[in-house]
């Protein structure tokens, strides 16, 4: 293979790199229209709202924490064969979240997921790098970015249509003729590759970032459930949790082969950048998770129509991401990024004012305008690291700021997921205290809608006099939880104000014409 020409069958390759990817992106969008139905005790598993959020948290926490160390075991032992291993353990852990049977065993086969996933998401990458010449890279990773961006907008209205006629497991069943087709396609197209000089692998750093990583959001999310921050059950993970991480940090600062180079974050543009992305999905994350039974359960929207709801914010980022770049060079990373995080900040502000007769066209805009504003704000923060640092580390700039996405995603979901439920609730025991329930069914019937809902049909028309109420708590905590979230966007205003380079250093750039890197 010539490298100035590239592989002769390099865009079927491409297709393939991107139908495989579709899976992984794919499942994540699905399972959000699913939360509803997997939470029903009757169609799902009765799930509560803290075993949803560990099924997603699982997964994205050993995604994000084994994203570097299979990226260089690919560079060691061959991308090709990386990739087919994590497609088949992508498609068996798929196959045993289908067919999960109780929030145990579900939340397991989800981190078994994120094991598949991260074998799968570098390996696809660093196939592209190695298959294209450099003066087409850059449209390649355009077209792999556009079908992540596609199955983004299709995941959620796929999810409604199989909830409304299979059962829940077939938004995880649906992964596997996917994984069979692609890696039938991946040992009959794709090439296989190697990094003469691969880096070493950091055990000890990977293992001490998950374990640190599980033990705070674990703390975090049992302090939704007790609706209190002071218990031992909520204080002793999360500071075991804290300790491992501070370890976890000492360590990386002295290894030289780090699994994550935290010496980089010393750079103050590439952590104001990084920064910038990891609250951006803290906020969205969480957002995305109360949405699911806003629309669901007080809206009373059907699995299909509520897919369909989201369509405007993921058609908003196919429109507008191509279009980023030209904003972000004609106006400059931080103005670019400033009004772009100041409308989500309004769009996060906006649900606090949400209820249960809000016309359904002022919910799309919302979406629309968010997604839009989500399409400015990847542009400008990846030109500020591809700055910041030296070109022959922009992989794992590029690495690095993947993790930190997911990483504030799961915290993301923990944290206002909490919010949530402590709100919830605070503002529904006086109802439950009314019906004179025993204390244990109280305490199960008030940690969500979900619940509560549940127990109102269970106690027939006596439980009717809950549903209200019950939707009365859950817009209260929406409410809250989206003002939290809001604050914390506006976090990211302030610190693009202050570290975001402006328009002079994008100008500058061009006028060296430096060629991108990719």
């Not at 990458?125 to 990773?141: M, T």
């Not at 922009?394 to 949530?420: F, P, Y």
């Not at 199960?444 to 009365?472: D, K, R, Y």
Request: proline share 5%.
């Amino acid at each position: 293979m010539d490298a100035n020409t590239g592989h002769p069958r390099r865009w079927p390759i491409l297709g393939v790199l991107v139908f495989s990817l579709l899976a992984v992106v794919l499942d994540n969008t699905i399972l959000n229209v699913a939360m509803k139905t997997i939470a029903d005790p009757n169609l799902g598993l009765g799930a509560t709202q803290s075993e949803l959020e560990w099924a997603i948290n699982s997964y994205t926490l050993v995604f994000a924490g084994l994203l570097f160390t299979f990226g260089v075991i690919g560079d060691r032992t061959g991308r090709k064969r990386m990739l087919f291993i994590g497609m088949l353990m992508f498609g068996l852990a798929s196959l045993a979240s289908a067919y999960a049977q109780d929030p145990m065993q579900l939340i397991l086969a989800r981190a078994a997921m994120g094991i598949g996933g991260a074998a799968i998401m570098p390996a696809t990458l660093a196939i592209i790098s190695n298959v294209f010449p450099p003066s087409e890279r850059g449209k390649a990773i355009g077209v792999w970015a556009g079908g992540v961006g596609l199955a983004v907008a299709i995941g959620p209205i796929t999810g409604g249509v199989l909830i409304e006629h299979f059962w829940w497991g077939s938004v995880f069943l649906v992964n596997v003729p996917i994984v069979i087709i692609s890696m039938i396609l991946i040992g009959t197209v794709v090439p296989e590759s190697r990094d003469p000089k691969p880096s070493k692998l950091d055990p000890i750093g990977v293992v001490l970032s998950i374990i640190g990583l599980v033990a705070i959001v674990y703390g975090i999310i049992r302090g939704g459930e007790l609706a209190t921050v002071a218990s031992a059950e909520v204080l002793t993970p999360t500071l075991i949790g804290v300790a491992v991480l501070a370890a976890f940090v000492w360590w990386e600062r002295r290894t030289d082969h780090p699994a994550f180079d935290v010496r980089n974050f010393g750079n103050v543009r590439f952590s104001s950048a990084i920064g910038m992305m990891g609250i951006v999905f803290f906020a969205m994350m969480g957002g995305m998770f109360f949405l699911t039974f806003y629309m669901q359960i007080v809206l009373g929207f059907t699995p299909v129509q509520a897919g369909a709801l989201m369509i405007p914010f993921a058609a908003a980022q196919l429109i507008f991401a191509p279009l980023s770049q030209r904003v972000n060079q004609r106006f400059g990373a931080k103005l670019s990024s400033v009004v772009s995080m100041l409308v989500v900040t309004a769009a996060l502000t906006s649900y606090a004012f949400l209820d249960q007769s809000t016309p359904i066209v002022i919910i799309e805009i919302i979406f629309f305008v968010q997604g839009a504003a989500m399409a400015n704000i990847m542009p400008p923060a990846t030109t500020a690291i591809m700055e910041a640092l030296p070109r022959e580390k922009a992989g794992v700039g590029s690495a690095m700021s993947n993790t930190v996405r997911q990483i504030s995603g799961a915290l993301g979901v923990a944290v206002l997921g909490s919010v949530l439920s402590s709100s919830y609730r605070g503002e529904i025991a006086p109802a439950l205290s009314g019906l004179g329930l025993p204390a244990d069914a109280q305490h199960a019937a008030g940690e969500s809608i979900m619940a509560t809902v549940g127990a109102a049909h269970a106690l027939g028309q006596h439980g009717q006099a809950l549903i209200q109420p019950a939707f009365n708590a859950f817009l209260h905590g929406m409410h809250t939880t989206a003002l939290v979230s809001a604050v914390i966007a506006l976090l990211g205003v302030l610190v693009v104000l202050k570290w975001m380079p402006g328009k002079a250093r994008a100008v500058q750039q061009v006028e060296k014409k430096e060629p991108a890197v990719v």
